[in-house]
């Protein structure tokens, strides 16, 4: 049950850096308060290996969300938030 | 600043240490904590201090370990090793069991033979690509531990391990990333213990800001040493919205000396490192002792060997250092991976060197290397590892010497019309190549080419490449005599493996030389495959002997953790068949579903045929006929495939034929009896077959007529199992005819031939081992156990106790 690509939204704790922001070169990143948000157009293992990534790194993953609207469903609320240190 | 950071102790983390302590009393901890926790520095801490455990097996998961063979293999390594077994223990006995399951089942016996306390430690569990797939034989491990044996795991993320039972049983214990945690007055300590000046509020701001993450602090601490200003590092570093692992790393290594800098950005593109490698990567001598000194200050290296001359980084820190090297010096990346790949080219580490040469971009390069190096690869039983690198080149980009690598890929699936194809690009390349190159692509070439016709059942074609293989090579240097050894044992494992199809007498000797000579020049995959063709070939002998070689060769192949692949799958099919042959259908089955899944990845008309062959015979015995003919249908489909076409194929034709004459069709066995050319209806094979034919045709006498050349020797037969279904056809027409004095003297021949060892055995032990399983050496016995009515072997002793069908000298 692959959805295919669509467009999500990673939201990470704390500002990245050139250098933690040159590990995810197909993302946009943006600024919002302490946060980062990395916006981008993922299909499933595109996905799946940013996680892991992200974990690698040792960031703090704070939410995850599907932003493709989807025409016969509510906007899908595909969050995870776990938590580190 | 030394040469090194200086020195970051481990402070003694007692509760920590204690908590693992009361952990550890269990029988199982899991630490579950992301990366950079110090679940490692715990784990080593506890096992180094005094009165720790006595014996420890530590097994790291490798990075992206996608073998999980190998991972088990790795395990039985590690607590080999901790319990001094290694070398010592005999092969374990071949299992019909999945490889997992046998894996699982042979550390479990390890770990119980060790007696007394031993702890295992599984490193970086997440590191496995499919954790999944082993949930359940890792489970199984676990929740099945021998007294005195604990077992704690580390891992990045909660895996799906069903505990519970451990759990409810308080033999569970889980220690996470808030345990692991630095208190403030920890990272009070490590700041003492370093001799790092700051103050009660600059290392509360460092805890706060750090979170009590380990990582975080030691790099904070690296950086901190011999700062000349710690309270503004501090508090500027709190200042920073920036992520605590990227600001902290750029810090620290800011902080060290340019060859320390230098060393680490340039190396850390490798796996592993030692000083002769990083010399060549930095371009300076001396590196050795740098990372010697790193190791030392608990600087996220480790060595990995007791005399320390590899040594890797903790995989966050080697994260952090490919990403800044790629910001800082991204045109100085595909030249390191250039070095690399020629220093480990030099050192005969080939997988490693096509690994860099391919990270460096040089995709014509890497394509030369890998053609190069596959057959060397293929003798290794790297098969899968050369299909990993084929699909590394990027998709459209045509090198013509992959070709040579696909048509190994091809032919070790199966897939021989595309060998075949991919073969003539490569032979019009090798053409065009340079003289150096040109002899060791053709000597490929003609190996492959052996292969090739070896699968096709072309025994003429195996004869004409062996002759080419034969002829003395030019050079004589070290590189050919390693290949001449080489292309030896290759061609007696073709070549006994072509005779052993074509039923001729040299193939045992052929298969035997190849496996000896494979174990002398170190390829234990070419020994592995010459004895399950060994195992296969011997089917022509007694069963004890047939049954014996398969075992051994399993044992082996499971040893080296090739139990579930294609090369053992004629010996798991070989002894399915021998204990077919023998009456324990349940056993065979199971080593027939095994050898299923080792096939999986191997569809070639060679093997498939002998699988529908094996497949129909147990469909015989428990006498389902009509899924029988279905595949010995299909194998007769297979066999006209084949070139030759080989001798032993005409078994297939035979029980063809028989069991369309057992279900009720012997007209339609007839049909196909007169299609036969006289040289293949003259086989003795075919001769039994017609037995068969008149016993459904109620016609006992023509029964004998048909095996009496067999019985006398003068028809050509595969092996002396054709003459044993002979004994036991004409026993059955006597019983027809009455004669049951005479039907009992065809199965006690049956039995001599079958088990010659028994032959010493007083009549009254041959008369019950005749009605139990020795008798039931064919496919034609499924038709005694039709007649009495019964399907398995423990139904058929009571009713053939009852009904004595062939036993001596008791009238019906």
Same mark, same amino acid.
């Given at each position: 049950?692959?959805?295919?690509?669509? !467009?999500?939204?990673?939201?990470?704790?704390?500002?990245?850096?050139?250098?933690?922001?040159?590990?995810?070169?197909?993302?946009?990143?943006?600024?919002?308060?302490?946060?980062?948000?990395?916006?981008?157009?993922?299909? !499933?293992?595109?996905?799946?290996?940013?996680?892991?990534?992200?974990?690698?790194?040792?960031?703090?993953?704070?939410?995850?969300?599907?932003?493709?609207?989807?025409?016969?469903?509510?906007?899908? !609320?595909?969050?995870?938030?776990?938590?580190? !240190? | 600043?030394?040469?090194?950071?200086?020195?970051?102790?481990?402070?003694?983390?007692?509760?920590?240490?204690?908590?693992?302590?009361?952990?550890?009393?269990?029988?199982?901890?899991?630490?579950?904590?992301?990366?950079?926790?110090?679940?490692?520095?715990?784990?080593?801490?506890?096992?180094?201090?005094?009165?720790?455990?006595?014996?420890?097996?530590?097994?790291?998961?490798?990075?992206?370990?996608?073998?999980?063979? &190998?991972?088990?293999?790795?395990?039985?390594?590690?607590?080999?090793?901790?319990?001094?077994?290694?070398?010592?223990?005999?092969?374990?006995?071949?299992?019909?069991?999945?490889?997992?399951?046998?894996?699982?089942?042979?550390?479990?016996?390890?770990?119980?033979?060790?007696?007394?306390?031993?702890?295992?430690?599984?490193?970086?569990?997440?590191?496995?690509?499919?954790?999944?797939?082993?949930?359940?034989?890792?489970?199984?491990?676990?929740?099945? &531990?021998?007294?005195?044996?604990?077992?704690?795991?580390?891992?990045?993320?909660?895996?799906?391990?069903?505990?519970?039972?451990?759990?409810?049983?308080?033999?569970?214990?889980?220690?996470?990333?808030?345990?692991?945690?630095?208190?403030?007055?920890?990272?009070?300590?490590?700041?003492?213990?370093?001799?790092?000046?700051?103050?009660?509020?600059?290392?509360?701001?460092?805890?706060?800001?750090?979170?009590?993450?380990?990582?975080?602090?030691?790099?904070?601490?690296?950086?901190?040493?011999?700062?000349?200003?710690?309270?503004?590092?501090?508090?500027?570093?709190?200042?920073?919205?920036?992520?605590?692992?990227?600001?902290?790393?750029?810090?620290?290594?800011?902080?060290?000396?340019?060859?320390?800098?230098?060393?680490?950005?340039?190396?850390?593109?490798?796996?592993?490192?030692?000083?002769?490698?990083?010399?060549?990567?930095?371009?300076?001598?001396?590196?050795?002792?740098?990372?010697?000194?790193?190791?030392?200050?608990?600087?996220?290296?480790?060595?990995?060997?007791?005399?320390?001359?590899?040594?890797?980084?903790?995989?966050?820190?080697?994260?952090?250092?490919?990403?800044?090297?790629?910001?800082?010096?991204?045109?100085?990346?595909?030249?390191?991976?250039?070095?690399?790949?020629?220093?480990?080219?030099?050192?005969?580490?080939?997988?490693?060197?096509?690994?860099?040469?391919?990270?460096?971009?040089?995709? *014509?390069?890497?394509?030369?290397?890998?053609?190069?190096?596959?057959?060397?690869?293929?003798?290794?039983?790297?098969?899968?590892?050369?299909?990993?690198?084929?699909?590394?080149?990027? *998709?459209?980009?045509?090198? *013509?010497?992959?070709?040579?690598?696909?048509?190994?890929?091809?032919?070790?699936?199966?897939?021989?019309?595309?060998?075949?194809?991919?073969?003539?690009?490569?032979?019009?390349?090798?053409?065009?190549?340079?003289?150096?190159?040109?002899?060791?692509?053709?000597?490929?070439?003609?190996?492959?080419?052996?292969?090739?016709?070896?699968?096709?059942?072309?025994?003429?074609?195996?004869?004409?490449?062996?002759?080419?293989?034969?002829?003395?090579?030019?050079?004589?240097?070290?590189?050919?005599?390693?290949?001449?050894?080489?292309?030896?044992?290759?061609?007696?494992?073709?070549?006994?493996?072509?005779?052993?199809?074509?039923?001729?007498?040299?193939?045992?000797?052929?298969?035997?030389?190849?496996?000896?000579?494979?174990?002398?020049?170190?390829?234990?995959?070419?020994?592995?495959?010459?004895?399950?063709?060994?195992?296969?070939?011997?089917?022509?002998?007694?069963?004890?002997?047939?049954?014996?070689?398969?075992?051994?060769?399993?044992?082996?192949?499971?040893?080296?953790?090739?139990?579930?692949?294609?090369?053992?799958?004629?010996?798991?099919?070989?002894?399915?068949?021998?204990?077919?042959?023998?009456?324990?259908?349940?056993?065979?089955?199971?080593?027939?579903?095994?050898?299923?899944?080792?096939?999986?990845?191997?569809?070639?008309?060679?093997?498939?045929?002998?699988?529908?062959?094996?497949?129909?015979?147990?469909?015989?015995?428990?006498?389902?006929?009509?899924?029988?003919?279905?595949?010995?249908?299909?194998?007769?489909?297979?066999?006209?495939?084949?070139?030759?076409?080989?001798?032993?194929?005409?078994?297939?034709?035979?029980? &063809?034929?028989?069991?369309?004459?057992?279900?009720?069709?012997?007209?339609?066995?007839?049909?196909?009896?007169?299609?036969?050319?006289?040289?293949?209806?003259?086989?003795?094979?075919?001769?039994?077959?017609?037995?068969?034919?008149?016993?459904?045709?109620?016609?006992?006498?023509?029964?004998?007529?048909?095996?009496?050349?067999?019985?006398?020797?003068?028809?050509?037969?595969?092996?002396?199992?054709?003459?044993?279904?002979?004994?036991?056809?004409?026993?059955?027409?006597?019983?027809?005819?009455?004669?049951?004095?005479?039907?009992?003297?065809?199965?006690?021949?049956?039995?001599?031939?079958?088990?010659?060892?028994?032959?010493?055995?007083?009549?009254?032990?041959?008369?019950?081992?005749?009605?139990?399983?020795?008798?039931?050496?064919?496919?034609?016995?499924?038709?005694?156990?039709?007649?009495?009515?019964?399907?398995?072997?423990?139904?058929?002793?009571?009713?053939?106790?009852?009904?004595?069908?062939?036993?001596?000298?008791?009238?019906?």
């Amino acid at each position: 049950m692959d959805p295919g690509p669509a !467009r999500y939204t990673i939201r990470i704790d704390g500002h990245l850096g050139a250098t933690m922001l040159s590990a995810f070169p197909a993302m946009v990143p943006r600024r919002h308060g302490g946060h980062t948000v990395l916006t981008g157009v993922l299909d !499933r293992s595109a996905l799946y290996g940013m996680l892991a990534e992200i974990d690698a790194l040792g960031l703090n993953l704070l939410e995850v969300r599907r932003r493709t609207p989807q025409p016969e469903s509510p906007p899908p !609320r595909d969050s995870r938030s776990p938590s580190r !240190r | 600043m030394t040469a090194a950071p200086a020195t970051l102790r481990l402070i003694d983390r007692g509760d920590l240490l204690a908590a693992l302590d009361r952990a550890a009393a269990r029988k199982v901890t899991i630490i579950s904590a992301p990366a950079g926790s110090g679940k490692t520095s715990l784990i080593r801490a506890w096992a180094d201090r005094p009165g720790g455990p006595h014996r420890l097996a530590v097994v790291p998961v490798q990075r992206d370990q996608h073998d999980a063979q &190998l991972f088990w293999l790795a395990l039985l390594d590690g607590v080999r090793q901790a319990t001094d077994a290694a070398g010592s223990a005999e092969p374990a006995a071949a299992m019909p069991e999945f490889n997992a399951r046998a894996m699982v089942d042979r550390v479990l016996s390890e770990l119980a033979e060790a007696r007394g306390p031993l702890t295992l430690v599984i490193e970086d569990l997440h590191e496995l690509a499919s954790p999944g797939a082993l949930a359940a034989e890792l489970t199984r491990l676990l929740t099945n &531990l021998p007294p005195g044996v604990h077992a704690i795991v580390s891992t990045r993320h909660d895996l799906r391990l069903r505990l519970h039972q451990l759990r409810l049983a308080g033999e569970l214990s889980e220690i996470r990333a808030s345990d692991l945690r630095f208190s403030e007055r920890e990272t009070r300590e490590l700041l003492d213990v370093t001799g790092i000046a700051l103050s009660e509020a600059g290392a509360a701001l460092l805890h706060e800001r750090t979170e009590g993450w380990a990582a975080g602090l030691r790099l904070a601490v690296i950086s901190l040493a011999g700062h000349p200003d710690p309270e503004r590092f501090v508090a500027e570093f709190s200042g920073s919205e920036r992520t605590v692992g990227e600001y902290l790393l750029a810090e620290m290594l800011d902080r060290q000396r340019g060859d320390v800098q230098r060393l680490l950005l340039r190396t850390c593109l490798l796996d592993r490192v030692n000083g002769e490698l990083a010399d060549l990567l930095t371009g300076r001598p001396g590196s050795e002792r740098i990372l010697l000194d790193l190791g030392d200050a608990n600087a996220f290296v480790v060595s990995l060997d007791p005399e320390r001359t590899w040594f890797r980084y903790h995989h966050l820190f080697a994260d952090l250092l490919r990403l800044e090297l790629r910001r800082r010096r991204p045109k100085e990346v595909p030249e390191l991976h250039r070095r690399a790949a020629g220093w480990f080219i030099e050192h005969g580490q080939v997988v490693d060197a096509i690994r860099h040469t391919q990270a460096a971009g040089d995709w *014509p390069g890497a394509a030369k290397l890998l053609a190069d190096h596959s057959f060397s690869l293929t003798l290794d039983g790297q098969t899968q590892t050369i299909q990993a690198l084929v699909q590394a080149f990027p *998709p459209g980009a045509d090198h *013509p010497e992959l070709a040579l690598v696909r048509a190994m890929g091809d032919l070790g699936q199966g897939h021989l019309d595309e060998a075949a194809a991919h073969l003539a690009i490569a032979e019009t390349y090798a053409e065009t190549a340079p003289p150096d190159r040109q002899r060791r692509l053709r000597v490929a070439i003609a190996a492959l080419k052996l292969s090739l016709a070896r699968r096709r059942g072309h025994l003429a074609g195996v004869i004409e490449q062996v002759r080419f293989l034969d002829s003395p090579l030019t050079g004589q240097s070290d590189e050919d005599i390693a290949l001449g050894s080489d292309l030896r044992a290759v061609a007696l494992l073709n070549l006994g493996t072509a005779e052993a199809w074509s039923a001729l007498p040299d193939a045992e000797r052929h298969l035997g030389e190849g496996a000896v000579l494979a174990r002398e020049i170190g390829r234990p995959y070419l020994e592995v495959s010459c004895l399950a063709q060994l195992g296969l070939a011997s089917k022509v002998r007694p069963f004890a002997t047939t049954r014996r070689r398969n075992r051994e060769a399993i044992a082996l192949a499971d040893q080296h953790g090739w139990g579930a692949e294609p090369v053992i799958a004629p010996a798991l099919n070989s002894l399915a068949g021998a204990l077919m042959f023998m009456g324990e259908f349940d056993e065979a089955e199971r080593w027939l579903q095994r050898a299923e899944r080792a096939v999986q990845t191997d569809t070639g008309p060679d093997i498939s045929l002998l699988m529908h062959m094996a497949g129909g015979m147990l469909h015989a015995c428990r006498g389902r006929h009509q899924q029988a003919l279905e595949e010995f249908s299909a194998a007769e489909q297979l066999r006209s495939q084949l070139e030759g076409p080989p001798a032993t194929a005409i078994q297939v034709t035979g029980w &063809l034929l028989a069991t369309q004459a057992r279900l009720g069709r012997p007209g339609e066995a007839r049909a196909l009896l007169a299609a036969l050319d006289d040289e293949r209806a003259g086989c003795g094979e075919i001769r039994n077959a017609c037995a068969v034919i008149c016993l459904a045709e109620d016609d006992p006498a023509g029964a004998l007529g048909a095996v009496q050349d067999v019985l006398d020797g003068t028809v050509p037969v595969i092996g002396y199992v054709t003459v044993v279904e002979a004994q036991l056809l004409a026993g059955l027409a006597h019983r027809e005819l009455g004669d049951q004095r005479a039907a009992s003297q065809a199965a006690e021949r049956a039995l001599a031939l079958a088990e010659p060892d028994r032959t010493n055995l007083s009549r009254v032990e041959i008369a019950s081992e005749l009605t139990v399983s020795r008798n039931t050496v064919s496919t034609h016995i499924g038709s005694i156990y039709a007649k009495l009515g019964v399907t398995d072997r423990s139904s058929t002793v009571r009713s053939a106790r009852s009904l004595r069908p062939l036993s001596a000298g008791q009238p019906r």
